[in-house]
Structure formats: structure tokens, C-alpha cells
């Protein structure tokens, strides 16, 4: 018995650290990216994967439309986006929301 022990405690012990380190923070950054994604509506000023920032035009299920220059339009999927900053439409005096500020923020970019 104590030999089983011995050899069962720490396969235990591995599996809660690496639950604790890998697993649990990256299945909440795939929840919080999957909620960001849900949200999005036309005047996002968003980033995707690519590093292309562009302002979001529609938003039509799995693809969405932005322009990233004037009068370039592109249609893009919405798994592209990687960070928004929320616009405030019809709001002219609205600020830039910092992403990277807040612990709570929407921005989900992998630190490396």
C-alpha cells in the first residue's frame, strides 16, 4: 500500500500543477476570445491575428466585413479577431479603450 502511494501521489500532484498552469488559464482565455467574438458589432475598431487593425462594417455570423483603409473593404472570418476597441456610436468624444490596462480587459493576444 505505501508503495502504491508513493507512486500515485505525485502523478497526482503533476496532473493538479500542470492543470493549474496550462489548462485552466488557457481554457479561460478561449472563453473570454469566444465571448469577445459574440460581441462584436460595426464600429469595432478591431485587430486580427495578422496584426491588421480595420473598423468593422458588418457582422454576419461566422465572417464579418471591415475596412481597413478608405474605401478598402475586406470580408474576414470572425475567428480572425484577436482584440476590439469598443466604439461608442454617436458618441464623439469617447475615449480609446486601453486593452492591455486592465486584468478584465477584452484584449486576449498570447503573451509570449
Known amino acids: 500500500m505505501p508503495e502504491l502511494a508513493s507512486t500515485v501521489l505525485p502523478l497526482l500532484a503533476i496532473f493538479l500543477v500542470f492543470y493549474l498552469l496550462i489548462i485552466r488559464p488557457q481554457s479561460r482565455?478561449?472563453?473570454?476570445?469566444?465571448q469577445l467574438r459574440s460581441t462584436l458589432s460595426p464600429g469595432d475598431r478591431v485587430m486580427?491575428?495578422?496584426?491588421?487593425?480595420?473598423?468593422?462594417r458588418s457582422v454576419d455570423g461566422d465572417?464579418?466585413?471591415?475596412?481597413?483603409?478608405e474605401g478598402t473593404v475586406i470580408e474576414i472570418a470572425t475567428g480572425a479577431v484577436a482584440s476590439v476597441e469598443r466604439s461608442a456610436a454617436g458618441d464623439d468624444d469617447a475615449?480609446?479603450?486601453?486593452e492591455t490596462a486592465e486584468p478584465g480587459s477584452t484584449d486576449v493576444r498570447d503573451e509570449r
Open 63 to 69: 465572417t464579418a466585413t471591415i475596412e481597413i483603409a
Open 29 to 34: 482565455r478561449a472563453k473570454a476570445l469566444q
Open 95 to 98: 475615449d480609446e479603450v486601453d
Open 48 to 56: 486580427m491575428t495578422a496584426g491588421i487593425y480595420g473598423t468593422l
